[in-house]
Nanobody, 118 residues
Framework: QVQLVESGGGSVQAGGSLRLSCAASGNIFSVNTMDWYRQAPGKQRELVATISSGGSTNYADSVKGRFTISRDNAKNTVYLQMNSLRPEDTAVYFC????????????WGQGTQVTVSS
């Protein structure tokens, strides 16, 4: 059984910063990818950033240059450093852990709220 626990959400004014964390525990395959998604009210869930166990990263255009994804493989933890936050970044942020080993494995965290006021 794999569990993901997110932390670090909160309320901040525009231009501020927050750092999200997502710690995974359980039976985890070492070659995996961890992502951050977000979902704003009335909108579809969207991919924000992704990082492989090897350290390769990708970002949505809307957050490039402002957000940084990183991970600590020893702790099975992924981070999202969010700088220069904007009101449109307001959403529930979810982490996702996935890998392929004979079949696809996918696990989601419970989500953490980020609210950016203008």
């Amino acid at each position: 059984q794999v569990q993901l626990v997110e932390s670090g959400g909160g309320s901040v004014q525009a231009g501020g910063s927050l750092r999200l964390s997502c710690a995974a525990s359980g039976n985890i395959f070492s070659v995996n990818t961890m992502d951050w998604y977000r979902q704003a009210p009335g909108k579809q869930r969207e991919l924000v950033a992704t990082i492989s166990s090897g350290g390769s990263t990708n970002y949505a255009d809307s957050v490039k240059g402002r957000f940084t994804i990183s991970r600590d493989n020893a702790k099975n933890t992924v981070y999202l450093q969010m700088n220069s936050l904007r009101p449109e970044d307001t959403a529930v942020y979810f982490c996702r852990l996935h890998w392929q080993l004979l079949r696809a494995y996918e696990y989601w965290g419970q989500g953490t709220q980020v609210t950016v006021s203008s």
